[in-house]
């Protein structure tokens, strides 16, 4: 079958499934998957019969409609039926047909009824038996799709993002030192910036292939060599992360950095637009019949498939190769843009460091400004700051701006939001500072509404500027709290507060798909360490990688602003 024939294919499929998620007529979807099926079986190349000018309506089951569509996809690579309707749908929802027994029905009954939109929020659908409830399903059912949702989600013991870059930083300072070593680089989900990580990906280019790799399963902490050969060994480290290197030659770098830095989705999207240009690609390069014609680099590739690079965060073929090919990629928000920081804790509470040693490491950073938001008084543990300690302390970080050049602490408190969404301490507490951050910090059980209902009221609260960490998971150790994010982005942007995407590594908290939404309804979002010592400050990075999954640009990042515009914000 010609390649352009499975690409309308797709495009037909694509646009199938989701008005079929949306409830569309039924007569329609089977229109455009019986047009899949035919364009699949269709032995002419459909392309070569738009440039002829045939007249496509003599194919089965084309009529007008569809037959126009063919053109367009043809032409563009697309259709603004297919575009409108990847608009209106939150781009997690497809994601769930990937899960075994999670057909479009099915997804959309449970993005329509119980309004989830990814595998995490199916699985504790789950656990909380609201499946069970919905028409068509049952407890059966049920317990299927948490063990279907349940095993996509844990194929293979995977490690947070932090913890997976000590095992890289190491890995990648002990092969620079093996002889004739000349570039290592970590691809796979470390590099796309995923907030855990199965296994890490070495690939190395070196004058003595057999030195670097007997210098890799020689490494100190390499518990078994699974495999060893002339261009590639796996081991397993004893903390059990597995790790495999490959041997790259130069002239095939940038293609292997590619091949293996994309999301599987990603990929067969690249692999499918290189054979409707005639091309082939692959970790060697990519080429045209037996002729390498691109590989050398990363840009290499992608310009020989008619793109501009794209970012490795972005690539899980969530549309950023259409945005690509219309010059549309976003130029994600970069560390060096980040102006200051507004979550942080000193030994005031649960942290470890002064106001002052804490402002010294945030000005060594080249920062502008830090907020300085210790925990309220309900968190007993923490030991959080009643009105009266709230106040001594802004009067010291007062005393302290005083003598301070350049360089600004804004006074601030993370107060905590009640069962009832009333905050932890008085209006008159919070009168005189800088910024309010409101957090979640109990109470994760509530249902639904309630959680929902509870954030939304603390939302309108007229000194509120920043929510905290807004889906309050804990990576592998709590999931998120049940809530309407879309409800709660929306409120947001009424009531001009802005949302936290957290760093801490067990946080990453907002996730990249709702980076993205509140970067769709205009809703600031703040990249933030909650560092409870100085050390935490480059926990940062990891913010920063969450929030480029997420598509956000400078701008779309409160603290990229200039502290007098941030000021403005603030209010």
């Given at each position: 079958?010609?390649?352009?024939?499975?690409?309308?294919?797709?495009?037909?499929?694509?646009?199938?499934?989701?008005?079929?998620?949306?409830?569309?007529?039924?007569?329609?979807?089977?229109?455009?998957?019986?047009?899949?099926?035919?364009?699949?079986?269709?032995?002419?190349?459909?392309?070569?019969?738009?440039?002829?000018?045939?007249?496509?309506?003599?194919?089965?089951?084309?009529?007008?409609?569809?037959?126009?569509?063919?053109?367009?996809?043809?032409?563009?690579?697309?259709?603004?039926?297919?575009?409108?309707?990847?608009?209106?749908?939150?781009?997690?929802?497809?994601?769930?047909?990937?899960?075994?027994?999670?057909?479009?029905?099915?997804?959309?009954?449970?993005?329509?009824?119980?309004?989830?939109?990814?595998?995490?929020?199916?699985?504790?659908?789950?656990?909380?038996?609201?499946?069970?409830?919905?028409?068509?399903?049952?407890?059966?059912?049920?317990?299927?799709?948490?063990?279907?949702?349940?095993?996509?989600?844990?194929?293979?013991?995977?490690?947070?993002?932090?913890?997976?870059?000590?095992?890289?930083?190491?890995?990648?300072?002990?092969?620079?030192?093996?002889?004739?070593?000349?570039?290592?680089?970590?691809?796979?989900?470390?590099?796309?910036?995923?907030?855990?990580?199965?296994?890490?990906?070495?690939?190395?280019?070196?004058?003595?292939g057999n030195a670097a790799i007997?210098?890799?399963?020689?490494?100190?902490?390499?518990?078994?060599?699974?495999?060893?050969?002339?261009?590639?060994?796996?081991?397993?480290?004893?903390?059990?992360?597995?790790?495999?290197?490959?041997?790259?030659?130069?002239?095939?770098?940038?293609?292997?950095?590619?091949?293996?830095?994309g999301s599987k989705a990603h990929?067969?999207?690249?692999?499918?637009?290189?054979?409707?240009?005639?091309?082939?690609?692959?970790?060697?390069?990519?080429?045209?019949?037996?002729?390498?014609?691109?590989?050398?680099?990363?840009?290499?590739?992608?310009?020989?498939?008619?793109?501009?690079?794209?970012?490795?965060?972005?690539?899980?073929?969530?549309?950023?190769?259409?945005?690509?090919?219309?010059?549309?990629?976003p130029e994600l928000v970069a560390?060096?843009?980040?102006?200051?920081?507004?979550?942080?804790?000193?030994?005031?509470?649960?942290?470890?460091?002064?106001?002052?040693?804490?402002?010294?490491?945030?000005?060594?950073?080249?920062?502008?400004?830090?907020?300085?938001?210790?925990?309220?008084?309900?968190?007993?543990?923490?030991?959080?700051?009643?009105?009266?300690?709230?106040?001594?302390?802004?009067?010291?970080?007062?005393?302290?701006?005083?003598?301070?050049?350049?360089?600004?602490?804004?006074?601030?408190?993370?107060?905590?939001?009640?069962?009832?969404?009333?905050?932890?301490?008085?209006?008159?507490?919070?009168?005189?500072?800088?910024?309010?951050?409101?957090?979640?910090?109990?109470?994760?059980?509530?249902?639904?509404?309630?959680?929902?209902?509870?954030?939304?009221?603390?939302?309108?609260?007229?000194?509120?500027?920043?929510?905290?960490?807004?889906?309050?998971?804990?990576?592998?150790?709590?999931?998120?709290?049940?809530?309407?994010?879309?409800?709660?982005?929306?409120?947001?942007?009424?009531?001009?507060?802005?949302?936290?995407?957290?760093?801490?590594?067990?946080?990453?908290?907002?996730?990249?798909?709702?980076?993205?939404?509140?970067?769709?309804?205009?809703?600031?979002?703040?990249?933030?360490?909650?560092?409870?010592?100085?050390?935490?400050?480059?926990?940062?990075?990891?913010?920063?990688?969450?929030?480029?999954?997420?598509?956000?640009?400078?701008?779309?990042?409160?603290?990229?602003?200039?502290?007098?515009?941030?000021?403005?914000?603030?209010?």
């Amino acid at each position: 079958m010609p390649v352009r024939n499975l690409a309308v294919a797709a495009v037909f499929d694509e646009i199938a499934d989701r008005l079929d998620i949306q409830g569309a007529n039924a007569f329609r979807i089977r229109a455009y998957r019986n047009a899949s099926r035919m364009l699949q079986e269709l032995s002419g190349d459909i392309a070569a019969m738009v440039e002829q000018g045939r007249d496509l309506t003599e194919l089965r089951g084309i009529g007008a409609d569809l037959a126009g569509k063919i053109r367009e996809i043809a032409a563009t690579g697309s259709c603004e039926l297919l575009e409108r309707l990847r608009r209106e749908m939150p781009p997690a929802v497809t994601e769930l047909l990937q899960i075994p027994g999670l057909g479009p029905k099915r997804v959309a009954v449970l993005w329509h009824d119980l309004d989830v939109q990814t595998p995490e929020q199916v699985l504790r659908a789950a656990r909380d038996g609201r499946i069970r409830a919905l028409s068509g399903f049952g407890e059966k059912t049920e317990r299927r799709i948490e063990s279907a949702v349940a095993a996509h989600l844990s194929k293979q013991r995977r490690l947070p993002l932090a913890t997976a870059g000590h095992y890289a930083d190491a890995l990648v300072e002990h092969l620079r030192g093996a002889p004739g070593v000349d570039r290592v680089v970590v691809a796979g989900s470390y590099r796309r910036m995923r907030e855990t990580v199965g296994d890490l990906d070495l690939l190395v280019t070196a004058r003595r292939g057999n030195a670097a790799i007997e210098h890799f399963t020689g490494y100190r902490e390499v518990e078994e060599v699974l495999s060893r050969g002339g261009t590639r060994a796996s081991v397993r480290l004893r903390g059990g992360l597995q790790v495999d290197l490959r041997l790259v030659a130069p002239e095939s770098f940038g293609a292997a950095l590619t091949y293996f830095t994309g999301s599987k989705a990603h990929n067969i999207a690249l692999r499918r637009r290189a054979q409707e240009r005639g091309l082939k690609v692959n970790e060697y390069g990519v080429f045209r019949g037996d002729t390498r014609v691109a590989g050398l680099t990363e840009e290499s590739v992608y310009r020989a498939l008619g793109l501009p690079v794209i970012p490795p965060e972005l690539r899980e073929d969530r549309g950023e190769i259409d945005a690509a090919a219309a010059g549309r990629l976003p130029e994600l928000v970069a560390p060096e843009d980040l102006r200051g920081d507004l979550h942080a804790h000193t030994a005031a509470t649960d942290g470890h460091n002064t106001i002052e040693e804490m402002a010294a490491a945030a000005r060594a950073l080249g920062f502008e400004y830090l907020a300085i938001t210790e925990h309220s008084r309900r968190q007993r543990m923490a030991h959080g700051l009643d009105a009266q300690r709230l106040r001594a302390q802004g009067e010291e970080i007062d005393r302290l701006n005083r003598q301070a050049k350049g360089f600004r602490l804004l006074k601030g408190i993370e107060v905590d939001i009640l069962e009832d969404g009333n905050l932890d301490l008085p209006d008159s507490a919070l009168a005189g500072l800088d910024i309010v951050v409101a957090a979640v910090h109990s109470r994760f059980e509530l249902s639904r509404a309630q959680q929902t209902e509870r954030i939304l009221r603390a939302l309108a609260h007229p000194r509120v500027k920043l929510l905290a960490h807004p889906s309050g998971r804990l990576i592998g150790q709590r999931e998120p709290y049940d809530v309407d994010m879309t409800q709660v982005i929306r409120k947001a942007r009424e009531h001009g507060v802005s949302l936290e995407s957290n760093a801490h590594p067990e946080r990453l908290d907002l996730i990249d798909t709702h980076c993205r939404m509140a970067k769709d309804e205009r809703v600031p979002v703040a990249i933030t360490s909650d560092a409870h010592d100085v050390a935490q400050f480059a926990n940062l990075r990891f913010g920063i990688g969450q929030a480029r999954r997420g598509w956000l640009e400078r701008d779309d990042v409160l603290n990229t602003r200039p502290l007098r515009e941030l000021l403005k914000f603030l209010g």
